[in-house]
């Protein structure tokens, strides 16, 4: 199956005409002592004593911050993968069209990683990055951009509108509420939950950053932690519950593997 991936990898990108460094690992504990530095990692899930999800989970908290993809015959594990933040989720066999759609939307996001939003507020203009907005609320007739630093970003529009100028890396979850897939977690129980890491601790981090959102009200479910990461490093986290609807809650798992 590595080579399979391998070759399809390696035929994509050049007829693209891109070319690529492959390398391939039998196992989790093998990748994580090679040290390799990656920007795309397929990874199986069923493996031997360390599985691709703890092997995931351990790159993350090393700093690991490239596209991932699973690879496996365990549809059910779609919900679990969602703590490592993966790109796309391939079930076995994979099929070539599959391969093929999952790269296309991956050079796509890729090239993507510039695009950013116009906001004006009377006079003032702003520019935001889609990769900055992990959520986007709104209040009345008010648009909240919750950002991952920290900073909330208001303006007057209607969300449908801004659904129209974002990409498919939105999804609208609820009327309220639009999220940023890259930011998803977990999903239980019609709570979605997104998570962004801000970087070690004192290190150009929000100095308002309180348990409240910047509109003044509680924000939703919003927990604030402190992850301790490769020794003695620190790095703070900010963790949303974002509700989704009773019509969304069927297609958030489909929405989820389309992004």
Known sequence: MTDTIRRMAVDFFRSRHREISV?????????????????LLFSDIR???????ETALELR????DGYLIFTTVLREMVFRSFAA??????????????FANTMERLLAAMSGEGKSLLVQRGAESRIVSFNEIVYCEVIDRKVYLHLRC???????????????????????C???????????????????????VLGETGAGLA???????????????????????QGQRVTESRKFEIPISRLKTGSLPRRFCDT
């Open 23 to 39: 390398s391939l690992f039998s196992s989790g504990e093998e990748l994580l002592g090679s040290g390799r530095k990656m920007d």
């Open 47 to 53: 493996m031997g004593e360390m599985d691709g999800l």
């Open 61 to 64: 908290g090393r700093g690991f």
């Open 85 to 98: 933040g993966p790109f796309d989720y391939l079930v076995k066999p994979i099929k070539p069209e599959d």
């Open 150 to 172: 920290g900073e909330t970003v208001d303006y007057y529009d209607r969300i449908e509108r801004l659904e129209e100028k974002l990409d498919r890396r939105f999804y609208r």
């Open 174 to 196: 609820h009327r309220s509420y639009l999220i940023n897939m890259q930011y998803l977690r977990s999903y239980h129980k019609g709570i979605a939950v997104l998570e962004s």
């Open 207 to 229: 100095p308002d950053m309180q348990e409240k959102d910047q509109v003044g009200q509680p924000a939703s479910g919003f927990r604030f932690a402190q992850e301790r990461r």
